[in-house]
Nanobody, 114 residues
Framework: QVQLVESGGGLVQPGGSLKLSCAPN????????MAWYRQAPGKQRELVAS???????NYADFVNGRFTISRDNVKNTVYLQMNSLKPEDTALYYC????????WGQGTQVTVSS
């Protein structure tokens, strides 16, 4: 069974940076769309950014140039470079991938606090 494994979360001060990574534990094929979502306590899960296999990218409005999504199709890995982090970016960040089925990671916690 394919599982997505995220890494890179943690505690960072406001204005700091983190880079999230996500890769499947096993996969013989590459995914079509890969994306990052987040969910803060008491709020709904929301899209942060997505990227297709061909490189088309979509960002949520709140990203406002602070985050960059990228992927390595050879490694089947998606990344999220997050800069200028704010306390309101605190959330559980989930990796998502699609190829026929929807696949989700378990989430990695990002906490932005001084």
């Amino acid at each position: 069974q394919v599982q997505l494994v995220e890494s890179g979360g943690g505690l960072v001060q406001p204005g700091g940076s983190l880079k999230l990574s996500c890769a499947p534990n096993w996969s013989r094929f590459s995914f079509d769309t890969m994306a990052w979502y987040r969910q803060a306590p008491g709020k709904q899960r929301e899209l942060v950014a997505s990227i297709t296999k061909g490189g088309s990218i979509n960002y949520a409005d709140f990203v406002n140039g602070r985050f960059t999504i990228s992927r390595d199709n050879v490694k089947n890995t998606v990344y999220l470079q997050m800069n200028s982090l704010k306390p309101e970016d605190t959330a559980l960040y989930y990796c998502y991938a699609k190829r026929g089925y929807d696949y989700w990671g378990q989430g990695t916690q990002v906490t932005v606090s001084s």
